[in-house]
Each structure stands twice: as structure tokens, then as C-alpha cells.
């Protein structure tokens, strides 16, 4: 098998996968409280109006508005405090022409009234008088029925990500448990002869296992349960039944190969042998992470990620973890980004993405990127490093204070 096929750009690989990829969301319900960062599998409707009933906005008095209009500094209204609505109380009084009722932040309005003036525009006059010296218009300060969301409008979409705003939203309509899909299980194995647990002491020609883990903290960020395999030799048989194995425990397989073409070979044969359709691309065009290879084995999708820590790290935030949200019947979220300059000048190839380490450091008011440079076997240049960012195929390269967009980590 030769080393690469034709190299492909991620996101032309990314639509090439998708194309071919067939997604069944199984749905699962779930406590509300513990929901966040889930993806709904079937829209959610408001229950009821929220707020149920004509709540203020500010400290001060209900008031009819129209009692107000004039009023001023120079020439205030005067109003009789009939009585106070009570926080979490119904109101037990009513407003009429001239009068006045004392009401808190989210309490009640009172029967009568359509408008709040702020405390801060009153003057107390005695213990049942008070002036108003600004007006109001009807509806000022008033949070009105159903003005939050109206009973049986969508509330949140099926495939929407849940967000803590979400959480808090849905709580206040007294919707405790959600139907959401349920977290694509992702079979991590990770190959190499050099490679031992991280509780080993390496032997020399040895290394700890990386891959293992950064990729199962990435598939859980992106919504994923991981399945550890453990690891698997340079050994064509014990390879295939390694990930014969994960096939049947997960919806996603990821392997990490080793570094070199032979180790490559063996990882993309294997992979091919798995089923059909099979391999669908062998070869990105970024570096770090070329000799990628990304397949499709019924309706799994399985990937061949470098074995060097940070091109598997780069290539899995770039064409697994949208795959994963995918499989949960959503859209991937952008990723946070910031802009910086950099702070120096990048060389690059036209004709491939490099994607380039960066720390940011903030100067004078103005935030600076500053690549952190380092072979894609040495796992410190990802950890002191903030961000990424991408030089693209079109481009030879950055000038220094050229303005980037940096992919947060």
C-alpha cells in the first residue's frame, strides 16, 4: 500500500465523510440539573407563560401612568401609598386614580396599576404620601405576561447543545427532565511497540502512552463517553482483533499509529480489512497530522490518527470532534477564537495548512500571539501553548504584527 493517497484539505475530507455518513440518534432522558452540555433529540415547548403574571422590573410604586404624565422636578405628583405587594405574595391591594403601591424587583403588579416609577424618582412626603417627580409611560418597569416566552412556543430546538442560560430557562418553566441523545461511545486504541503505560518506567527505544489520553478528554469535551482499549503491538493480528474489538464496543474508533511508514502501512491495511466502505481518505493536507486516515466501517466512522501527541491532538479537534456531535444529531460549535499579532514571521508551503502552536501574551493593551515552536512528538509545545493557529494552503506564510485568528484550545 503506498504511504499516502492523494492529500485532501480537512474540511473537503470532513464532506466527504459526511456525505457517506449515516447518523441514528438514540434519544435518552435525562434530569434537567444535569443536562448541560448535552444535545437535545426532540425540541422543547414552554408549558406556560413565563412570567405567569405582570411582575416589576425596579424598586419602587405601581402607579396608573397616566397619573404621572406632567410630572416633575418643579412640579411633582403627589400620590397616597395605599399599601405594599409583598415579595412571593399575591397582590392583596389595588390602585386607583392617585394612588400608589409599594413593590419590589419581581413582586407582583398591582390590580390597577400598568406602569412602576423607581424609587429613585420619588420623594417620600409622610408615612402615606409620597411625590413623583419624573413620569412614566404605560409599561414602563413592567415585566408583562408571557413577554419572556409565550406558552407553546419553542422554547430550545432538537439538536441544540445546552448551555447553563438553557439550564437556568428551563428550570423556570419547571421542565426537570429533557430527552437528549445519547453520547456517541468512541473506542480509543493506541499502537506502537515503543509505547508503554504511563505507570511504566520506559526502558530505552520506550515512551509513555500520551495518546490515550488527551484523546479521551477530547472526545468527553466534545460530548463523547471514551472506551479505552489499552495498547495494541506493531502486530497485524493482534492489531486487527484490537480494533475488532472496539468496533463492536463503540460507535466511533480511534486508533493512534506509529510514527513510522511501516507502522502507517500496517494501521491503514488494517483499518481497510475492517469492512466496507472502508478507507475513504489517507493523507490530509496540514501539517502536523498528514498521514491521517479517515474511514467509514458500516455506519461507523473510524479514524487513523498520527501516533506524535500533538498532530493527534490537531487532527482530532479538527475532523473527529465535529464528527461526534454529528452522531448526536447536532451541529459542532465554533470554537472560541481570539485575534492577535503575531510576533514574529512564520514560514509555511503553499499547498497545505500548518497549524501552528501559539502563547498568547498581552503588550501594551494589544494581545500577541507567539508560535511555540517544537517537533509534533513533543507534547510540552501543545501544553505551554494557549491556542492555535492555521496558515492556509493559498498562503507561504506570516509576516510579524500580521493580525491571525487563534483557535483556543
Not at 413565563?50 to 397616566?66: E, I, K, N, T, W
Not at 447553563?164 to 506502537?192: C, H, K, N
Not at 500548518?354 to 494589544?366: A, E, F, I, S, T
Request: net charge neutral.
Amino acid at each position: 500500500m503506498p504511504e499516502f493517497f492523494n492529500v485532501v484539505p480537512p474540511a473537503q475530507a470532513l464532506a466527504l465523510l459526511r456525505k457517506r455518513l449515516s447518523v441514528t440518534v438514540r434519544p435518552e432522558g435525562l434530569a434537567t440539573s444535569g443536562a448541560l452540555g448535552r444535545v437535545l433529540s426532540e425540541a422543547i415547548y414552554a408549558p406556560a407563560d413565563l412570567p405567569s403574571f405582570p411582575r416589576s422590573s425596579m424598586d419602587g410604586y405601581a402607579v396608573r401612568a397616566r397619573d404621572t404624565f406632567g410630572a416633575s422636578e418643579g412640579l411633582p405628583g403627589y400620590f397616597t401609598v395605599v399599601g405594599e405587594v409583598l415579595m412571593g405574595a399575591v397582590a392583596t391591594v389595588a390602585v386607583g386614580m392617585g394612588q400608589a403601591a409599594k413593590v419590589h424587583t419581581g413582586g407582583m403588579l398591582a390590580p390597577g396599576a400598568d406602569a412602576v416609577v423607581m424609587v429613585e424618582n420619588t420623594q417620600r412626603v409622610d408615612d402615606s404620601t409620597i411625590e413623583v417627580v419624573r413620569p412614566v409611560a404605560p409599561g414602563e418597569n413592567v415585566v408583562q405576561v408571557g413577554e419572556d416566552i409565550k406558552a407553546m412556543e419553542q422554547v430550545l430546538p432538537a439538536g441544540h447543545v445546552l448551555r447553563p442560560q438553557d439550564l437556568g430557562g428551563l428550570s423556570a418553566l419547571g421542565v426537570t427532565t429533557v430527552t437528549v441523545a445519547r453520547r456517541p461511545r468512541v473506542a480509543i486504541l493506541s499502537t506502537g511497540d515503543e509505547v508503554v503505560p504511563p505507570e511504566a518506567t520506559p526502558r530505552p527505544g520506550q515512551v509513555r502512552d500520551v495518546n490515550t489520553y488527551t484523546v479521551s478528554a477530547q472526545v468527553e469535551r466534545a460530548g463523547g463517553v471514551p472506551i479505552v482499549l489499552g495498547l495494541a503491538p506493531d502486530n497485524r493480528e493482534a492489531l486487527l482483533a484490537s480494533a475488532q474489538r472496539g468496533l463492536a464496543k463503540g460507535d466511533v474508533l480511534v486508533l493512534s499509529a506509529g510514527s513510522s511508514v511501516s507502522t502507517r502501512d500496517l494501521t491503514a491495511e488494517v483499518i481497510a480489512s475492517l469492512g466496507s466502505p472502508g478507507v475513504l481518505v489517507h493523507g490530509l493536507a496540514i501539517r502536523p497530522g498528514k498521514p491521517t486516515i479517515i474511514a467509514l466501517v458500516g455506519d461507523k466512522p473510524v479514524f487513523g490518527l498520527p501516533g506524535n501527541p500533538v498532530s493527534a491532538m490537531i487532527v482530532f479537534d479538527l475532523v473527529v470532534r465535529p464528527v461526534l456531535y454529528w452522531l448526536s444529531g447536532a451541529e459542532p460549535p465554533d470554537p472560541s477564537t481570539v485575534r492577535a499579532r503575531v510576533t514574529r514571521n512564520i514560514p509555511s508551503a503553499p499547498g497545505r495548512e500548518d497549524y501552528v502552536p501559539v502563547r498568547l501574551v498581552r503588550k501594551q493593551g494589544q494581545l500577541w500571539a507567539e508560535p511555540v515552536f517544537g517537533k509534533s512528538n513533543l507534547i510540552y509545545t501543545l501544553v505551554r501553548s494557549d491556542g492555535i493557529l492555521c496558515i492556509p494552503l493559498d498562503k507561504g506564510g506570516l509576516y510579524a504584527e500580521e493580525d491571525v485568528e487563534v483557535r483556543l484550545w
